[in-house]
């Protein structure tokens, strides 16, 4: 399968390899040769199946040959292969390409001789070395399918499907079984005529009052048959589609008409539409029923269908049918969970789940079917992150020391604040200090809503960090907030007679070569820097604590490179966008959590309105008026360009409409992430230095900028934005005394787009405001960028399975307080493993 398609759960704790026991030495080479040719036809890109990549694979699949098949020389081979195949990730595209030639070569030897010399005959087996392995598919019997087996073995499916199939990463009957519908369509429902809505699917059972046929008088290849039904309640007009040339499909229409006489009994399931005659099911299922009870027994009418994701080629019927032909093997699939768990918490196992997601018998064993698959992703999730986390706490870090003498860095730093701490506030630095004063590091993220004072907590450990001997390192995502840090810094700590330094992408190499000598020998004690941080040539002399700000942008690999480059320093990490419980449960299940829930007094709310296009000439008169008061305005646009795709407006287009028309008497400034830094810096220099009164930008704004004298924000198309992102940027102004407004501009006249946007009017509430962001939009989005140490969910939700999360979370912490490395359950270590080797997680189970 193509790189991103990696929505699976492993269906047993083996590597994607046939059965051992199988000594069908043919079928063993052929889905062999069927993975490197798909690997070939990809380019030698190492393809990631539906469960593993593809050298994972062949990897084990290679151990697997059935020894009483081969020679002892060919099984060496064999082995060597295995071990080459281990390293395939880090070869070359012509080393990868010279071990497949290798591997079809042994192959080929493995097709002459068996074990006790004998030839096999030639005609029963031909599997040349090309490309086009598919043309070498042959039929099995049931009994020969497992879960291991190619797809290409299954009787129906030939070369071409089984080409197509690959192109969705199915390869092997369990990434079939793996592969989960995308929807279903409910035709369970059992309705009378008149009580059928608009909208519904439904099975209706009614007698045929008439039925015509006719050629389309619009496309002479389509043909019609429309039945008129009727039931006690009322009539409804059916209608089929046949497409077909003319004479076969005349032929087919009459002998559909036949069927459907008058007075004939019909079961009825598909869509309900509005037509001009009423209520009306366009192109639904239909069977002739001896009895109006009889549909019960049919395999279509009356069932509830699943839908898959498909590609080009392979029609829904085929596919169905194909996945019903092999799920009798899902009694093979080997359970995690005891038995007596399963009943306790009211789950079916495994198997059963598996069986009824792609067949289910009504909507109960579908729910049921689901939230067990749901619950055990959650529960590998969340087995991962407590891991992890005892893991983490089994390490020796630097313990800090807490001065509580009016001298300490941290008193003297508070006392110089124009303003106290809130109770949030001291209640959070308390959780800090109570952590880094132990010998297990510190993890621990730091949530606050825009403005609640996280960069006072964050100054408060860095100088506790210096204060105990050790050295700070405080990383941004961006050069703007990296150096709006600094600049925030800079105003306090030298105060406290420390130095602060920057390292961001573009500092000077000069300079660079300065900040990286004295971070060596320990005269730079505190330094904020932007990913360059973790770069290489970085060395410190002695780290003690890292805070990380904005960490949902950094993956989790990043941050590690940090802390590597200390003796297991303590981490804190923050976030000025607030997660929903459920997504802070599963991105951050191993660190402990701190909450700012208190704004500092005085911050007043902003006054937040939507306006159409029509009403511009309000929001150009506010800002007119607020500019006069001395007050300074930012204008936000989702786009730097015109786009050709979307009908948008861009910065740069808005920047010479202000600058040179309607606010030409103003100062106007151009912002966007493109500009080299020294030309963002001196734009932003000028608005802090109110040197411009408007500043045009993008969402580079959306953090690191602080100019209290900023009262209003007019956001541009802001029905492209999330809701966490619009009171992200919403939190750039109120900042001051003064009353703030936010104009949220838009011109999609969709409802719930309005609806979307209507929440930021009513609520100023950061965590209130992503939680229902996640429902709108799904976790991936509401981050913004995608996370290192996420796994994928084939089919759970963050947003609507919260309880079962919360059922997991529980049943992890009961699993790891008896069995606290999962000695005692060897397929959930080892689904463990896998997992942390595709997140590429460094903490190993060992």
């Excluded at 694979?57 to 020679?71: E, I, N, Q, R």
Aim: hydrophobic share 35%.
């Amino acid at each position: 399968m193509v790189e991103g398609h990696n929505k699976d759960i492993s269906i047993n704790d083996s590597k994607s390899i046939p059965d051992s026991k199988s000594n069908d030495l043919v079928s063993w080479i052929r889905s062999l040769q069927q993975a490197l040719t798909v690997e070939v036809d990809h380019g030698f890109i190492n393809i990631q199946g539906r469960t593993n990549k593809f050298s994972y694979f062949v990897s084990g699949y290679l151990l697997s040959c059935p020894s009483t098949a081969v020679k002892q020389s060919d099984s060496s081979k064999l082995k060597e292969l295995a071990l080459d195949y281990k390293k395939y990730s880090t070869m070359s595209t012509d080393e990868r390409r010279r071990i497949i030639v290798q591997t079809r070569q042994t192959l080929h030897n493995l097709y002459i001789y068996q074990e006790n010399g004998e030839k096999i005959d030639s005609k029963n087996l031909k599997i040349r070395l090309s490309h086009d392995a598919f043309a070498h598919k042959r039929s099995l019997s049931t009994d020969s399918l497992g879960l291991g087996t190619s797809i290409s073995a299954i009787k129906g499916v030939g070369p071409k499907q089984a080409e197509r199939l690959s192109s969705l990463g199915l390869i092997l009957i369990r990434d079939l079984i793996n592969y989960f519908p995308r929807d279903y369509v409910d035709y369970t429902s059992l309705k009378t005529i008149d009580k059928c809505q608009v909208g519904q699917n439904v099975t209706i059972v009614a007698k045929v009052r008439r039925c015509s046929s006719f050629k389309s008088p619009k496309n002479p290849n389509l043909s019609i048959l429309e039945l008129f039904i009727k039931d006690k309640t009322g009539g409804m007009k059916v209608t089929r589609f046949f497409a077909g040339r003319r004479k076969s499909s005349i032929a087919y229409l009459k002998s559909q008409q036949s069927l459907y006489a008058v007075g004939a009994t019909v079961a009825v399931s598909g869509l309900v539409k509005e037509s001009k005659y009423g209520k009306s099911l366009n192109d639904p299922l239909i069977e002739i029923i001896d009895s109006p009870n009889s549909y019960l027994k049919s395999k279509s009418i009356g069932q509830i269908f699943p839908v898959y994701s498909l590609t080009e080629g392979i029609t829904a019927d085929k596919f169905r049918d194909l996945v019903q032909s092999i799920l009798f093997l899902t009694s093979e699939i080997k359970d995690p969970l005891p038995k007596d768990t399963l009943i306790r918490l009211d789950l079916p196992s495994k198997k059963e789940a598996f069986f009824h997601i792609h067949n289910p018998e009504n909507p109960k064993t579908l729910a049921n079917a689901r939230r067990r698959i749901v619950f055990e992703e959650f529960l590998l999730l969340q087995l991962s992150l407590l891991l992890r986390r005892e893991l983490h706490k089994k390490r020796h870090s630097p313990q800090l020391s807490i001065e509580v003498s009016s001298n300490s860095l941290v008193r003297r730093f508070l006392s110089i604040l124009p303003f106290s701490l809130t109770d949030a506030q001291k209640r959070v630095l308390k959780e800090i200090e109570s952590d880094i004063v132990k010998a297990e590091p510190m993890s621990r993220l730091l949530q606050g809503d825009v403005g609640s004072g996280k960069t006072v907590i964050a100054i408060s450990a860095l100088l506790t960090a210096v204060q105990s001997g050790w050295q700070a390192a405080f990383m941004a995502p961006t050069e703007v907030l990296a150096s709006q840090h600094y600049q925030t810094l800079s105003k306090w700590i030298p105060q406290l007679e420390l130095n602060v330094d920057l390292l961001t992408g573009s500092t000077p190499k000069s300079r660079r070569k300065e900040i990286l000598t004295d971070l060596v020998n320990g005269s730079t004690k505190i330094i904020v820097g932007t990913h360059a941080l973790f770069e290489d040539p970085v060395v410190f002399d002695r780290l003690g604590l890292v805070v990380v700000d904005e960490q949902h942008r950094f993956g989790v690999t990043q941050r590690n490179k940090l802390l590597n480059k200390g003796l297991q320093p303590h981490l804190l990490t923050m976030t000025a966008t607030p997660i929903p419980r459920t997504l802070a449960l599963t991105l951050h299940g191993d660190l402990d959590v701190s909450q700012l829930d208190e704004l500092p007094p005085g911050r007043t709310p902003i006054n937040t309105q939507l306006i159409s296009p029509k009403d511009k000439n309000y929001a150009y008169d506010l800002i007119r008026s607020e500019i006069n008061k001395g007050h300074q305005i930012y204008v936000v646009l989702p786009l730097i360009e015109e786009s050709k795709k979307l009908e948008l407006s861009s910065a740069v287009d808005v920047y010479h409409q202000l600058s040179t028309d309607i606010f030409s008497d103003f100062t106007v400034e151009l912002l966007h992430g493109r500009m080299k830094s020294v030309e963002k810096q001196e734009v932003i220099r000028n608005f802090l230095d109110k040197k411009s009164d408007i500043l045009v930008s993008t969402t580079v704004i959306e953090v690191g900028i602080d100019v209290p004298n900023a009262s209003v924000m007019l956001i541009e198309d802001s029905d492209r934005f999330g809701l966490a992102q619009l009171h992200q940027l919403r939190g750039r102004v109120g900042r001051g005394a003064s009353k703030s407004y936010c104009l949220l501009s838009h011109q999609n006249k969709n409802k719930l787009s309005r609806q979307r946007l209507e929440v930021m009017v009513n609520s100023n509430d950061g965590f209130e405001i992503s939680e229902i962001d996640l429902r709108f939009r799904g976790p991936g989005q509401v981050l913004g960028t995608r996370q290192s140490g996420l796994p994928d969910f084939a089919l759970a939700s963050l947003a609507d399975d919260a309880d079962v999360l919360e059922l997991a979370r529980n049943e992890a912490r009961n699993i790891l307080d008896s069995d606290p490395i999962l000695t005692n359950n060897s397929m959930l270590r080892s689904l463990i493993k896998e997992q942390w080797e595709k997140l590429k997680i460094g903490n190993k189970l060992n």
